[in-house]
């Protein structure tokens, strides 16, 4: 099993940034639950057990999320209206006759805490997020949203931070590592990165596998108006991926496509067993703390 620890937790939260998930360990240590009904008494104050009940907090409600969302992604109907009636149904005090209003949005748009793709289009994976915060924080009418510290500019003051986590290796012999989403431009092209967040396959490059999550390759290129992965030979062979004499022939006809499926293979593989290992790590050491 690959070597995941407690000791970076933002990707176990994905899609939440991570301002949110600030936002949800403190909320949940004021409003929460007492630490004897968890049965936390000797490990409440330690960083583990905090991030531990917040996980499993955060699983089901991330679920749900992606399924309420799916049918209005598809259909293209994801959008400042969906927003806004979705948040609405999450919000104490508010409802068809008092439901939250565009100015409420357009504020939290202002700040960069709600993050749009173009003019009533939501990016997918902050939208997520807000409604998964929205859900976690089900006490309170107001304050769940990060907002800038008192005497900071309020306008764009999380705009450029990163949106989530996923999981990064570099290589068979590399550590695990978080990554931050949107990916920087250095990353090696050949660095694997993956989730448990279902819906990061709602954007180009990543790609779902089943109920474990999704995966790609850092490295993208466009070719022919299709994107391929930017990897070389060495770049798999470094994977330890075999290249067959057929596969050998096909990369003189064609490199970057006959590459841009043995790396796909090769993706799927990988990932499934990191995403396994994920899975198997979230069940046994959250439980330990939690």
């Known amino acids: 099993m690959l070597d995941y620890t407690l000791e970076s937790v933002e990707p176990f939260f994905a899609p939440l940034s ?3 998930i600030e936002k949800a360990v403190s909320s949940q240590e004021e409003d929460g639950p007492s630490s004897s009904s968890l049965n936390l008494q000797e490990v409440v104050s330690t960083f583990a057990a905090r991030y531990a009940r917040l996980r499993q907090r955060l699983v089901p ?3 749900e999320t992606f399924e309420l969302m799916r049918p209005a992604v598809a259909a293209n109907q994801f959008n400042t209206d969906w927003m806004l009636n ?3 149904k999450y919000t104490p005090n508010r409802g068809p006759e008092r439901p939250l209003s565009a100015q409420a949005l357009s504020r939290w748009r202002e700040s960069g805490a709600i993050v749009y793709r173009g003019d009533n289009v939501p990016d997918t994976d902050n939208g997520a997020a807000v409604i998964v915060l929205r859900r976690l924080i089900p006490q309170r009418e107001r ?6 510290p008192k005497g900071e500019k309020r306008a764009n003051y999380f705009s450029g ?3 989530w986590w996923a999981w990064r290796q570099d290589s068979p012999s590399s550590p695990i590592i978080p990554c931050p989403v949107p990916l920087s431009k250095d990353i090696p092209a050949r660095s ?3 989730t448990d967040w279902l819906g990061a396959a709602w954007k180009p490059a990543w790609i779902r596998i089943g109920h474990l999550g999704c995966c790609r390759w850092a490295g993208t290129l466009i070719q022919d108006s299709e994107m391929l992965w930017a990897l070389a030979e060495e770049d798999l062979e470094s994977w330890g991926v075999p290249i067959s004499r057929v596969y050998r022939q096909a990369l003189q006809n064609d490199m970057a496509l006959t590459l841009h499926t043995l790396a796909t ?3 799927l593989l990988l990932a499934t067993q990191r995403l396994e290992d994920l899975r198997t790590f979230s069940l046994q050491g959250f439980s330990q703390v939690g």
């Open 86 to 88: 979705t948040l609405t």
């Open 265 to 267: 293979n090769a993706l």
């Open 192 to 194: 694997i990165l993956w």
């Open 61 to 63: 409600s991330r679920e």
């Open 18 to 20: 991570v301002p949110m």
């Open 143 to 148: 304050g769940w949203l990060p907002s800038p």
């Open 161 to 163: 931070q990163p949106l």
